[in-house]
């Protein structure tokens, strides 16, 4: 079954609002096995809208109208559905009661524009709005199915996944559907996907969906079968194949990030990290100390900015910061040693750079060493990364985490 999404409204197309319900109906649809190929945004005018409604039949099963259900002159999406299919509007009873309900409450009648909310096209399942006064409607006409929504998120989530999920998963009761998120990181989308190129292209059930966001890569594998069992072994040995080429970079599946990644492997490893921060400024120790428990993996930081708090709180000589400067590998190796030895922690970790807007030391904002210092040895590696000051300051404690787990995970596989 594939879907396409139409997002009615003028306010749309001038960029006066952000159109998250389409985000989030592709997300349920894709993880209900329903692909999403085409979306639209159309505005309050009923011909075009009629147009774009004949375009999403002619290539598309299930048509998604988002909202124009208002009571407004303006709102028309129920009207061009009607022009489209030739099917008349009727009142639904049950909703224009809770309209009058709502309106006597209040102390007020139900005007002619109010009762437009309570309308439906003939034939049609009329879809309960438990968060609003317009009502949802669920048509199938002549082999597709038509699926309207109102626009406020509140209402369309509640609605979509209350009424309107279940119908559209009738006709798929036979089939499953499970999905699985894999998760990459130091590798780019494009990078990705061609080494995973002929699986990509010649995907059919198992499906692949990349997903590029915050610097990172998320493959979502889509799998359809007629059991649990069945689908389960279809997407391990699709994954075995994923990880056979791209393994090294993945750092987690399913919803874990790459924070909450780390810390589990620190405390199944029963080790601890500290750290000094010059570049990040305490956002890394922010980040350690936002689970439940920290205090077993993360003993303590240091934010340490200028060369006299280097000198005084971690022991870094001042002969180093003459020679090699404060942004240089031998400050972050010595900055990752320190932090290290002043928490008696089993791993430390430090960040030193230029987070901009001004270049540092010769080097320009978000080039920078971070260091890691194991129980065995004490490396650094240099970084640059591009964007603004808070973009850099919270990419820099990504790349440190994804760097810490690449040891532990090295450690746990030794």
Not at 145 to 167: D, H, I, S, V
Not at 305 to 326: D, R, V, W
Not at 360 to 370: A, K, R, S, T, V
């Amino acid at each position: 079954m594939n879907a396409e999404i139409i997002a009615v409204g003028t306010e749309l197309l001038l960029g006066q609002i952000d159109d998250t319900n389409a985000t989030f109906l592709s997300r349920q649809l894709s993880e209900a096995g329903i692909n999403v190929y085409f979306r639209q945004t159309a505005g309050d005018n009923e011909e075009r809208l009629k147009n774009v409604i004949q375009t999403a039949a002619e290539r598309s099963d299930i048509i998604i109208l988002t909202g124009g259900l208002g009571p407004t002159r303006d709102d028309l999406t129920r009207d061009a559905l009607s022009a489209f299919t030739g099917l008349p509007l009727k009142v639904d009873e049950e909703s224009l009661d809770k309209l009058k309900s709502f309106f006597e409450a209040r102390g007020r009648g139900v005007s002619e524009s109010n009762k437009k909310q309570a309308l439906s096209l003939k034939g049609a399942d009329v879809l309960p709005n438990d968060e609003g006064l317009a009502c949802g409607s669920f048509l199938e006409h002549q082999g597709k199915q038509f699926l309207l929504l109102p626009g406020p998120p509140r209402e369309l989530k509640t609605m979509f996944m209350r009424y309107a999920l279940p119908k559209l998963r009738n006709g798929m009761e036979d089939q499953q559907i499970q999905s699985d998120v894999l998760r990459f990181y130091e590798i780019g989308e494009s990078q990705l996907t061609e080494k995973l190129d002929d699986l990509i292209t010649n995907q059919t059930n198992p499906t692949i969906a990349p997903l590029a966001s915050d610097g990172e890569v998320a493959l979502r594998l889509t799998v359809r079968g007629p059991s649990k069992e069945t689908n389960e072994e279809m997407l391990r040995e699709l994954k075995e194949k994923i990880f056979a080429r791209v393994g090294n970079y993945c750092y987690g599946e399913g919803d874990s990030q790459i924070e909450q990644v780390t810390a589990e492997l620190l405390r199944e490893l029963e080790k601890s990290i500290s750290a000094a921060e010059s570049l990040t400024g305490g956002l890394f120790a922010d980040t350690m100390t936002s689970f439940s428990g920290a205090s077993m993996i993360f003993p303590g930081g240091i934010v340490c900015y200028s060369n006299e708090a280097k000198m005084q709180t971690l022991g870094i000589s001042e002969t180093l910061l003459e020679e090699h400067g404060a942004v240089s590998a031998e400050c972050a190796e010595a900055m990752a040693d320190g932090c290290r030895r002043v928490f008696s922690s089993d791993y430390g970790i430090s960040f030193t750079g230029a987070a901009g807007p001004d270049p540092l030391e010769g080097y320009e904002p978000g080039q920078m060493f971070i260091g890691i210092a194991t129980p065995d040895k004490t490396v650094s590696h240099f970084v640059n990364i591009g964007g603004s000051r808070n973009r850099i300051r919270t990419y820099a404690v990504k790349q440190g985490l994804y760097l810490l787990f690449q040891e532990l995970r090295n450690k746990k596989g030794g």
